[in-house]
Each structure stands twice: as C-alpha cells, then as structure tokens.
C-alpha cells in the first residue's frame, strides 16, 4: 500500500455511510413533525442534537453549517406560534444550540486534526515496512519468488516477522525469521538482522558464517539491559541457491523447516535444527548446512509460525502441508504466486480466531538463469 492509497483510505468515501446521512436525516425529521403537528407543538428542541451528530462526520465548516441551519429552524418553527419566538423556553434552546455548535466544531476541528495525523503517521509506518520489508522481487537470477506478510496487531504494517531475498556473488540468498516478542523491541531486531543480513550476505561465502555474523548483530544492535528483553532470540531460515542452480542450501537456527511442493505432492525437508539466533552463545560449535536436490518443477516454501499455528474452531492446528499436498499435487508447472495465495487465503479460512499473530510466507523456484 503506498502513501497515496493510505490518504485515499483514510479520506471521507464518495459513497456515504448511514451515519453520515444522519444529520440530515433528524433535520428532515424535525421539519416534518413541525409541519404534521403544524406549530401546536415544539418540537424544534430535537434539533440541539444535529450539531455533535455532525462532527462526528463533517469537518469544522460543516458542522457549524448545521448549527447555523438549525438555528434558523428552530426561530421559524418558534415564530409560527404567536408569542413564542422570544419566549424563555425557546431562548433557552437557541443558546443551547449555539453552545453546543460551538463545541461541535471544535470537536470536529480536533477529529480532523487526528485524521491529518493518523495519515502521516501510517505513510511513516509504511514507508518504514518498504525499508524494511521490501516487496519480494518476482526474478533474481534463476530463483523466480513470490510472498507476503501481515503484522498480527491490528492497525500496525511491522511486526516481528521478517524475511528477505537478495543476488550475491554466491547465489541467491535467503532469510526468513520470526522475533520473539512484539513491539518495538521486536522491530529494532527485525532491523538489526535485515541490515546486517543485507551487506553480510554479499560477503561471506559461508553460509554458516553468514548465520553467525546475524548472530553477532543481534548481540550488538538488538535492545539489552534493563529496557531489554532479556530472552530475546529470532528462528531464522538462512538459505542459499548457488549459481549453477539444481539445489538449495540451507542454515536452520530453530525455525520451522521448508516445504516442498510438487507434482508428487508436498514434503517437509529434514534439517539440522541449532539454536535461534542471540542464543548461539550455547552452542559455540556453529550450525550445519544441509543441502537439498530442487527440481524446476518443484516449489519451496518458507512460513513462519503465524501460518501453520493458525487455529480452527476445535483448536487444531493449519495442517500447512497436508493442505499444500492436497492442492497441488499432479500439477506441474507450478507458480510460486498460486501457492502464496491459496497458503494466505486458505490460513484465513481455517481460522477461527482473530489471531494476533504475524504470518509470512515465501514461495521460490528454480528456472532458467536471466538473460545478461
């Protein structure tokens, strides 16, 4: 979503809602039960209501409108009762009008002023989700991608997932993680990996010392001490399809191991699973890298545990790979896009929760290099 679509979003629709006819509506009320009871009763007095109705939906000028047309109501309807027009009854419900109009603009100037805002700050936030999670390249070299991720708190676009896919003198790299934790701890490491993930994979040829130097920006950039979580650690998936293409190679630090989808159905790769990443100081010796055959006509996907921990009514689980299996099975020429999508849509069905979770999910195959 761009800067644009957010003010679009957040800008009053063309189409109005039922609460936004509602000042006319009690105004059009008013008058009609004035013109059935013909001034044998006041009912202008209702009247006092339309303002506050319309700031909750118009801006400043059209809520002192409002107020300045039910004014003008309430004095017409009060001159058609002879002696009434400047009876203290009547004053009264003039002033109260005038009262609450003037406290309706303000209330109408200060829900404006709160739009402004909410759409600067939600263009920050996205600009701040681009630069951190940029949108899955389609191609980079033999490796054809697709993905998607949504932040599991409502009214947020960063979460603790992460992911990345990037062209290195080594192959096509990838990483995918998710933070332990929420909030803006979870977001400061989000950005500590990526960024050291982002020069440090274009520069160690091992996979595994790629693994270890993001464990070693956890350690330097990731919140400590008092205001730090003290069990903070990321799962990750560190990945890597050489340049001659045929397979792909894999560093596991704690993260649900890929899946691979076919023609045959769908399969869980088997890796050796170390410690997530800011917990590698318990294990000094390293991690393995485990290495995978991938055909053109196979599909590996990558999910963090938003997907598969998803929850039906009955508290099951999103059986992620029975489910890719009974889809694509005999298919193939499979698109990385059709996987994401059926993944997102068809995790959205199974649950039946509004989870507040944070999903990702990465689908890459290989095909034939791109041409110089």
């Avoid at 006819?21 to 006041?42: F, K, S, T």
């Avoid at 697709?146 to 992911?163: N, P, Q």
């Avoid at 650690?233 to 792909?248: I, K, M, N, Q, S």
């Avoid at 989808?261 to 100081?281: C, E, N, S």
Wanted: hydrophobic share 45%.
């Amino acid at each position: 979503m761009t800067g644009q679509s957010l003010r679009s979003e957040l800008r009053p629709p063309s189409v109005r809602g039922w609460v936004w006819w509602l000042p006319l509506a009690a105004v059009v009320v008013d008058v009609a039960a004035e013109l059935i009871v013909r001034g044998r009763e006041p009912v202008s007095f209702m009247l006092i209501a339309v303002p506050p109705l319309a700031a909750a939906t118009r801006g400043p000028r059209g809520t002192a409108l409002s107020a300045v047309v039910c004014l003008g109501l309430q004095m017409w309807m009060a001159a058609r009762r002879p002696g009434h027009f400047d009876e203290q009854h009547h004053v009264a419900v003039y002033v109260a009008t005038t009262l609450i109009g003037i406290a309706g603009v303000a209330l109408a100037w200060q829900r404006e002023r709160t739009r402004q805002h909410l759409i600067r700050a939600n263009s920050v936030a996205e600009a701040m989700q681009r630069v951190l999670l940029r949108p899955v390249p389609r191609r980079l070299g033999p490796v054809h991608a697709a993905g998607f991720y949504e932040a599991g708190e409502g009214g947020t676009l960063v979460g603790g997932d992460l992911y990345d896919v990037c062209e290195t003198p080594f192959g096509v790299r990838v990483i995918i993680g998710d933070v332990r934790g929420k909030g803006l701890d979870a977001v400061q490491t989000v950005a500590a990996v990526l960024g050291s993930f982002r020069v440090s994979a274009h520069e160690w040829q091992s996979l595994s010392g790629l693994a270890e130097r993001l464990e070693f920006s956890i350690a330097r950039n990731s919140p400590a001490g008092d205001d730090g979580d003290p069990e903070l650690f990321v799962t990750a998936l560190v990945l890597e399809f050489p340049p001659d293409g045929g397979e792909v190679r894999i560093v596991d630090r704690g993260h649900p191991a890929p899946l691979v989808v076919g023609p045959q159905g769908a399969r869980r790769l088997v890796t050796v699973p170390g410690l997530p990443l800011g917990l590698g100081k318990l294990a000094p010796d390293g991690c393995d890298t485990t290495v995978h055959p991938l055909g053109p006509s196979e599909v590996l996907v990558l999910h963090t545990d938003g997907v598969s921990e998803a929850r039906d009514a009955d508290g099951v689980f999103y059986p992620v790979l029975q489910r890719l299996g009974e889809r694509f099975r005999g298919e193939r020429a499979l698109d990385p896009e059709a996987v994401v999508s059926f993944v997102r849509t068809d995790a959205e069905r199974w649950s039946a929760r509004s989870d507040n979770d944070d999903r990702a999910v990465l689908a890459l195959t290989l095909g034939a290099a791109a041409p110089p």
